[in-house]
Nanobody, 125 residues
Framework: QVQLVESGGGLVQAGDSLRLSCAAS????????MGWFRQAPGKERECVAA????????YYEDSVKGRFTISRDNAKNTAYLQMNSLQPQDTAAYYC??????????????????WGQGTQVTVSS
């Protein structure tokens, strides 16, 4: 089992930045890919970013490209999502996910075995 704990969410104004953290514990050796998903009220949960174990492969959803950066520190078993130039449409609950699925499934919820409890990001205009 792997446990994931997110932190770093909050209420900010448009144009501000936030950094989300996701600390993993347990059988972290089984984790290959880590991803960040978000879910706004009434909408599907979507993958906004993902990163493979060694870091060279990353994925970003089109609306966050150039504004969000995903990274991970394997020594600390922690993944990060740096979010810059936040906009009201970024308002959502953000979830960290981890799993061992192939890279081709990184945008899919079933590509991950473990999920955090979520952290709320609210961006006011």
């Amino acid at each position: 089992q792997v446990q994931l704990v997110e932190s770093g969410g909050g209420l900010v104004q448009a144009g501000d930045s936030l950094r989300l953290s996701c600390a993993a514990s347990g059988r972290t050796s089984s984790v290959y890919t880590m991803g960040w998903f978000r879910q706004a009220p009434g909408k599907e949960r979507e993958c906004v970013a993902a990163i493979d174990r060694s870091g060279p492969s990353t994925y970003y959803e089109d609306s966050v490209k150039g504004r969000f950066t995903i990274s991970r520190d394997n020594a600390k078993n922690t993944a990060y999502l740096q979010m810059n130039s936040l906009q009201p449409q970024d308002t959502a609950a953000y979830y960290c996910a981890a799993g061992g699925a192939a890279w081709g499934r990184v945008t899919r919820r079933d590509g991950y075995n473990y999920w955090g409890q979520g952290t709320q990001v609210t961006v006011s205009s």
